[in-house]
Structures are given as structure tokens and as C-alpha cells.
């Protein structure tokens, strides 16, 4: 997979995808992600993703939230 002009809202948006969850590139991405960002703006920009106020259906929502938490709990076991 490549990306040649991609945000960072973008990025949290395929990690967090409600329905499709590619594990090599949330560890890839936990890897690298200092390269392009800190910890500090990341948690931001997943906590905002957590609260999103727009999603499809309750499941979406849901998801959601369960793919932020999960990456969340990736990045703490990475960090320690």
C-alpha cells in the first residue's frame, strides 16, 4: 500500500474504519507515525474520531469506537 497525498484525518479515518481493519497497517503506522506527527496530536485527533457526531448507524458508531480504542491500547503496547 502506498499513499503519495494523504492527511492525517485521513489516515485515522482507514485505522478507525468501521467494517475494515488491516492489521499491518495499523502497526505500520504506529511505527512510523512520529515521523509526521506527535503522540499528543494523534490521541487528539482519535479522541475526536471517538466522538464523531455523524456516523452512518449506531453500529458505525460503535465501530468506531471500538477500532479508536483498540489502536489506543496498540500504540500503549508500542510506547512501552
Known amino acids: 500500500i502506498s499513499f503519495s497525498a494523504i492527511t492525517l484525518d485521513q489516515l485515522v479515518e482507514k485505522l478507525t474504519h468501521p467494517y475494515v481493519f488491516d492489521p499491518k497497517f495499523r502497526s505500520t503506522f504506529l511505527i512510523t507515525y ?8 494523534l490521541l487528539h485527533r482519535l479522541f475526536l474520531r ?11 458508531l460503535k465501530n468506531i469506537r471500538t477500532r479508536v480504542l483498540g489502536t489506543i491500547k496498540a500504540l500503549i503496547s508500542i510506547s512501552s
Open 34 to 41: 512520529p515521523w509526521f506527527t506527535t503522540t499528543k496530536d
Open 50 to 60: 471517538f466522538n464523531i457526531s455523524d456516523p452512518s448507524d449506531a453500529l458505525d
